[in-house]
């Protein structure tokens, strides 16, 4: 019988994953593996530029680098994982639920953001984790010209001082310039509970965000906590209140919930640990990979954040490890050693860094351009080309 790689998810990892094993398949051709991935769409939503305006023209299609590499693609939602008998129970495009035997499962459902924590986050608050809610914060946005004037409508508080956060503050005062015009008094304020600006960050990276943030006019308020949310704006712990129309919450990641089902240890995140090869700690058959996978990226303790940057490598790994223990191939231990960020920071410019003490590299204009090539160009499929998609599916390939 045809031995089966199934892949759960159709982002950044779930692709890679998807591409990379059929890359080692068609190696080892006259060996009978058939690799399938169930995502709810054959196409990558480009989460990194949710920030970004038309965010519904954010995605690139997968269906047509799907038939060129010979990987099955099937619409529908996994919602349960049956790792006795290895199967998934799935829903189809009709709202049929169906199940898919596997012989190696290769997880990459993703991450959401978790909108739970704080009263009124739920019902009041805005976010952009994903193209639908994005897309929702987008409208919202336009609409505001239509509201009459006062100052809760021209200002937006941003829950949270992450890289998303900062994303979004930063581009904000120019998005909101064209939307309420030139000499509209905006006020953007970004919630931190950190004792300074980009209080997570390193030293240099620091003093960057505090400039660009400073020189745009976005506002830190810092030592602070949201207490709710409400219709009116946000009230912090220490009681104080912002009127705003606009609340954004980028606080806080959680793994895709079908972690919950393998009964595997998880970190904070719920992300599944992985042992070198992203084999589930307990589970040969099932691998985790990208925002649903806890792995160690190196030897100094450094682990894979939920990042695109590790989604799209340990993606190469996994489906390479999945196909390789099908195929009687030694598997490639996932390493990574490097770790760069970049950092939009809107019309200021954007900062770029290296390693994991964040050494800041490039700033303003010139990391902007680099930014715009990674987010534009770098992590976009590759075209429709078997042999050249192959090329860079290879783990071993040059990657940042
Ligand atoms: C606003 C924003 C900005 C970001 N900026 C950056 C950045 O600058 N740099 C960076 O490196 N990273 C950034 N990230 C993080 C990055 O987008 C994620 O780490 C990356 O998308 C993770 O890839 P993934 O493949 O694990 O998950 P995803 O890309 O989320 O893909 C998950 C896939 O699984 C599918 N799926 C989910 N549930 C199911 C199910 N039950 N059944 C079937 N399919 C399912 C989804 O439809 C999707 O196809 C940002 C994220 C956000 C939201």
């Known amino acids: 019988m ?14 890679w994953a998807a591409l990379s094993a059929a ?10 593996v058939d690799i399938t991935v169930i995502a709810p769409q054959p196409e990558l939503r480009v989460r990194p530029r949710f920030y970004e305006n038309a965010v519904r023209t954010l995605v690139a299609p997968l269906q047509p680098l799907f038939d060129a590499t010979g990987i099955q693609f099937l619409r529908g939602t996994v919602s349960k994982i049956l790792p006795a008998s290895r199967e998934v129970s799935w829903t189809d495009a009709d709202g049929e639920t169906r199940l898919h035997r596997y012989d190696r499962l290769v997880l990459a459902s993703g991450s959401r953001i978790d909108r739970s924590q704080i009263a009124g986050v739920d019902n009041y608050a805005f976010d952009l984790d994903q193209l639908e809610s994005a897309d929702v914060l987008e409208q919202h946005l336009k609409s505001l010209a239509q509201r009459p004037e006062s100052a809760a409508r021209n200002t937006v508080v941003v829950c949270g001082g992450g890289f998303t956060g900062i994303e979004i503050a930063t581009e904000l005062p120019g998005r909101l310039r064209d939307i309420l015009g030139e000499n509209a008094q905006t006020r953007i304020v970004i919630i931190e509970r950190g004792p300074q600006p980009g209080a997570r960050f390193g030293e240099e990276l620091r003093q960057v965000i505090a400039q660009a943030s400073a020189e745009l006019g976005v506002e830190w308020l810092i030592n602070a906590e949201v207490a709710t949310v409400n219709a009116d704006g946000v009230m912090l712990k220490d009681g104080t209140t912002i009127a705003a129309q606009t609340v954004i919450w980028t606080a806080g990641m959680q793994a895709n919930d079908l972690t919950k089902q393998i009964d595997a240890p998880r970190d904070r995140q719920g992300r599944l640990h992985v042992n070198a090869d992203l ?23 450094n682990y894979a954040l939920m990042s695109c940057q590790h989604a799209i490598l340990l993606g190469k790994f996994a489906g390479n490890n999945a196909a390789a223990s099908l195929l009687d191939v030694a598997p490639l231990p996932y390493r990574q050693e490097n770790y760069v960020t970049c950092l939009d920071l809107g019309a200021w410019g954007a900062v770029y860094t290296e390693g994991w003490d964040q050494q800041v590299k490039l700033t303003r204009a010139e990391a902007k351009k680099l930014k715009l090539s990674i987010v534009s160009e770098l992590i976009y499929p590759p075209e429709a080309n078997k042999t050249a998609a192959f090329k860079i599916a290879d783990p071993l390939a040059p990657f940042v």
């Open 279 to 301: 084999q589930v700690v307990g589970f040969e058959d099932i691998y985790a990979t990208g925002d649903v996978a806890y792995a160690a990226t190196d030897d100094k303790g």
């Open 23 to 32: 890359r080692l398949a068609d190696k080892n051709a006259g060996q009978a």
């Open 2 to 15: 045809r031995k089966q790689i199934l892949i759960v998810g159709a982002g950044f990892s779930g692709m």
